[in-house]
């Protein structure tokens, strides 16, 4: 009897140090995995910083929540906007020259990751109000020398202006001492360094007469392209075709024959260099752009 009791209290006795060391064990092995999953949380929060110290990856995240969060969209629609965002899809990292200023600028300076984005703009105040919550986009401002008032008279007179002519528009648009009236020559001269692959022209405003217009734009465009070195062509994207100005600067400078897509108010040409071009099929002779 004494040695069954013994026998049962020795049991219990080895149950119970069985299942303290099982305790004991249970705690060190929960410990343990404790320690590595805590370890591989800091791994991947290590991991995480090191990828928000890249800039350019920050800014897309940045970009994204900015529009998740904004109820005010850009004012191309998506089939206009898609129009350039497979121009760049193809092209990107690029030289993207953007006039204008506006609720798109993030989104297209994302979409040209590690490319050069350049914005121009005519209004001090809505540059400092975009830059407010978009610190990194690398926009200056511009000022325009004309009035859409004057564009009938412009493009009239240019062709009576040598210095407005093709054949002498190697790169006219650097040369200050230059007659041509359209010719933009007090861009930021980051603009004139480069050779631009995309051009969009969503500005300046030319829906009032005494504001700029986009004649200079469209102009100084198609003589950027023209002077182009590089292979490619230069890709100029041009909004509000639906007005009349625009309308009929795209179609003496940048040509119905190199339009290769129009979708709602937008035009996409396609500009060939003209630097190994003597003639341009014989219209530079004549003096004309297209
Ligand atoms: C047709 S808008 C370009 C808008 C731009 N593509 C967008 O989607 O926001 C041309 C010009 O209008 C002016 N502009 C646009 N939105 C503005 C605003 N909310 N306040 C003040 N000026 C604005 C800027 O001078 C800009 O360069």
Same mark, same amino acid.
């Given at each position: 009897?004494?040695?069954?009791?013994?026998?049962?209290?020795?049991?219990?006795?080895?149950?119970?140090?069985?299942?303290?060391?099982?305790?004991?064990?249970?705690?060190?092995?929960?410990?343990?995995?404790?320690?590595?999953?805590?370890?591989?949380?800091?791994?991947?929060?290590?991991?995480?910083?090191?990828?928000?110290?890249?800039?350019?990856?920050?800014?897309?995240?940045?970009?994204?929540?900015?529009?998740?969060?904004?109820?005010?969209? &850009?004012?191309?629609?998506?089939?206009?906007?898609?129009?350039?965002?497979?121009?760049?899809?193809?092209?990107?990292?690029?030289?993207?020259?953007?006039?204008?200023?506006?609720?798109?600028?993030?989104?297209?300076?994302?979409?040209?990751?590690?490319?050069?984005?350049?914005?121009?703009?005519?209004?001090?105040?809505?540059?400092?109000?975009?830059?407010?919550?978009?610190?990194?986009?690398?926009?200056?401002?511009?000022?325009?020398?004309?009035?859409?008032?004057?564009?009938?008279?412009?493009?009239?007179?240019?062709?009576?202006? &040598?210095?407005?002519?093709?054949?002498?528009?190697?790169? &006219?648009?650097?040369?200050?001492?230059?007659?041509?009236?359209?010719?933009?020559?007090?861009?930021?001269?980051?603009? =004139?360094?480069?050779?631009?692959?995309?051009?969009?022209?969503?500005?300046?405003?030319?829906? =009032?007469?005494?504001?700029?217009?986009?004649?200079?734009?469209? =102009?100084?465009? /198609?003589?950027?392209?023209?002077?182009?070195?590089?292979?490619? /062509?230069?890709?100029?994207?041009?909004?509000?075709?639906?007005?009349?100005?625009?309308?009929?600067?795209?179609?003496?400078?940048?040509?119905?024959? =190199?339009?290769?897509?129009?979708?709602?108010?937008?035009?996409?040409?396609?500009? &060939?260099?003209?630097?190994?071009?003597?003639?341009?099929?014989?219209?530079?002779?004549?003096?004309?752009?297209?």
């Amino acid at each position: 009897m004494l040695k069954n009791r013994n026998f049962y209290s020795d049991k219990l006795w080895f149950f119970v140090a069985v299942a303290i060391a099982g305790l004991i064990a249970g705690a060190v092995l929960i410990t343990s995995f404790g320690n590595v999953s805590q370890h591989s949380l800091l791994c991947s929060l290590a991991g995480s910083y090191k990828r928000i110290g890249d800039s350019t990856q920050n800014q897309q995240l940045q970009t994204i929540l900015h529009y998740a969060t904004s109820r005010v969209v &850009p004012q191309q629609s998506i089939s206009e906007i898609r129009v350039s965002f497979d121009v760049l899809q193809s092209l990107s990292p690029c030289n993207f020259l953007i006039f204008g200023l506006g609720h798109d600028s993030l989104m297209w300076s994302s979409f040209n990751p590690r490319g050069t984005t350049l914005f121009l703009e005519e209004d001090s105040k809505w540059i400092q109000s975009v830059l407010k919550d978009a610190s990194h986009l690398n926009a200056h401002h511009v000022v325009y020398p004309t009035h859409l008032s004057q564009a009938d008279e412009l493009i009239k007179s240019y062709r009576s202006e &040598p210095d407005c002519l093709p054949s002498n528009t190697k790169s &006219p648009i650097t040369n200050v001492h230059t007659q041509c009236k359209l010719a933009l020559t007090s861009l930021p001269k980051e603009v =004139y360094d480069k050779e631009w692959d995309l051009i969009m022209i969503d500005a300046p405003k030319g829906y =009032y007469p005494e504001a700029p217009g986009r004649m200079g734009a469209i =102009y100084s465009a /198609v003589v950027m392209a023209r002077a182009r070195m590089r292979p490619g /062509v230069t890709h100029v994207f041009l909004h509000d075709v639906d007005r009349r100005v625009e309308k009929m600067f795209a179609e003496e400078f940048l040509c119905k024959k =190199y339009l290769v897509k129009a979708v709602g108010r937008l035009w996409h040409f396609e500009i &060939p260099s003209a630097v190994n071009d003597t003639g341009n099929g014989g219209a530079t002779t004549t003096g004309s752009f297209c």
